[in-house]
């Protein structure tokens, strides 16, 4: 027979244990779905909190990587610009030049001629010089490289740099014609320039695509280890909130429970009546 003591209610505790718990299941559910995480510290889940730690720390550093290889895009794409300028100023001089070939001319439509080349050819090399972007240039020939970040340990993405002044594309700063001759001569030398200027832009296109190639592999891998950051501690809110119904439930039930167990005792005060 079970004994009748005011001093120790076994049933009571029992509830008490039993309503304890469930308030304990049910702060942790309300925590997850305030925050939407199923691991929010390292007291949730140690090992998996420091994971996801350290793969949250490697998808945001690659935030400096996407920076850096965007400025290797905009670099080359400046230097694209001024080499679309570049041969588009050749074009004019093999026209000049063609135009002054001719003998018929007399000596005032040459000089003007002339001078026309002469103008077309500084600005070249104004074009190459001023071809920078964040005072970098890769087409001025004083940059024989760069190498921008390429992943987080720090490896890097090596741009060549393609000099397209007058030097870099086999001319002189002082390139011109005295005759009609000479201006006749002087186009195989501008085809020439006009040869290697295309094949230099041909190239850093090539660099461009890789650049374009790999930002966009980045942007995936970043993607990726963010969906896997959140597989490890993202909470499953539908899942919660029905745990969540089903908790307060309980909860009202274990303080019922608690109540008649308290009440038990009182019963044998009947007794004494």
């Not at 299941?25 to 994971?51: C, H, P, Y």
């Not at 000049?96 to 007399?106: M, P, Q, R």
């Not at 040869?195 to 090539?206: C, E, I, M, P, R």
């Amino acid at each position: 027979m079970a004994l009748n003591s005011i001093n120790t209610n076994s049933g009571a505790l029992i509830a008490l244990q039993n309503l304890n718990s469930t308030n304990a299941e049910l702060q942790t559910v309300q925590q997850r779905i305030n925050t939407g995480k199923k691991v929010g510290s390292a007291k949730d889940n140690g090992a998996i909190w420091a994971m996801a730690k350290g793969q949250t720390a490697t998808a945001n550093s690659l935030n400096s990587v996407k920076d850096s290889l965007q400025r290797g895009q905009s670099t080359i794409d400046v230097a694209l610009a001024a080499g679309d300028t570049i041969t588009d100023l050749l074009g004019k001089m093999k026209e000049k030049a063609l135009a002054a070939s001719d003998t018929s001319l007399n000596t005032a439509s040459f000089s003007a001629l002339k001078a026309d080349f002469e103008s077309l050819r500084d600005q070249i090399e104004k074009a190459a010089s001023n071809a920078k972007f964040n005072g970098v240039s890769i087409a001025d020939g004083k940059t024989a490289k760069l190498t921008f970040l390429a992943n987080t340990d720090g490896s890097g993405f090596t741009v060549n740099a393609k000099s397209l002044n007058l030097t870099g594309i086999g001319l002189s700063a002082a390139f011109t014609f005295t005759s009609a001759a000479n201006a006749k001569s002087q186009l195989l030398q501008i085809d020439k320039a006009i040869g290697t200027a295309t094949n230099k832009l041909a190239s850093l296109g090539t660099s461009s695509t890789g650049l374009d190639t790999h930002l966009t592999f980045v942007g995936k891998l970043q993607d990726s280890l963010e969906a896997g950051v959140g597989n490890l501690v993202d909470a499953d809110l539908a899942k919660e909130s029905a745990k969540l119904q089903s908790l307060q439930t309980k909860q009202q039930l274990g303080v019922q429970a608690l109540s008649i167990a308290n009440s038990s005792s009182s019963s044998i005060l009947s007794l004494f009546r």
